[in-house]
């Protein structure tokens, strides 16, 4: 019964969430952040600097972290998008290439499956017909 009730009340909890994403994400966040940067927050203060300017100096240097992240994401991007027509040139020509592999195969198990239905009967003691 106990089994019962606990698993009832995680079905409700996950539920819970589940329905309170868009409000539950954020506050994770919000916490990963917070303890993350706790450390460098304490040693700041230990440092001399009062609350306001740590807390100052911390968004601060996060926030040009974020900047500089998105500036190298960025610079891929347009790097990427630049080279675009030559990857989808050498795209296509691996993919024109292995459409004339994939004929070859085709040719290839074709021609197999012909000399098989050839001399199979020929190795067998009788000749069986197949009923019409």
Avoid: C
């Amino acid at each position: 019964m106990k089994f019962l009730v606990v698993t009832a009340a995680l079905i409700i909890i996950f539920a819970g969430l589940k329905a309170a994403q868009s409000l539950v994400a954020p506050f994770l966040l919000a916490v990963f952040f917070a303890v993350a940067l706790m450390p460098p927050l304490r040693w700041l203060k230990n440092k001399g600097l009062s609350d306001g300017v740590a807390i100052l100096t911390l968004s601060t240097v996060v926030l040009l972290f974020g900047l500089f992240i998105v500036a190298i994401l960025s610079s891929s991007l347009n790097s990427f998008l630049h080279r675009l027509p030559k990857y989808q040139e050498k795209f296509g020509i691996v993919m024109r290439q292995a459409d004339v592999w994939i004929d070859d195969v085709k040719k290839q198990v074709a021609e197999m499956e012909n000399s098989f239905k050839e001399s199979v009967p020929a190795l067998l003691p009788y000749q069986h017909e197949e009923p019409e």
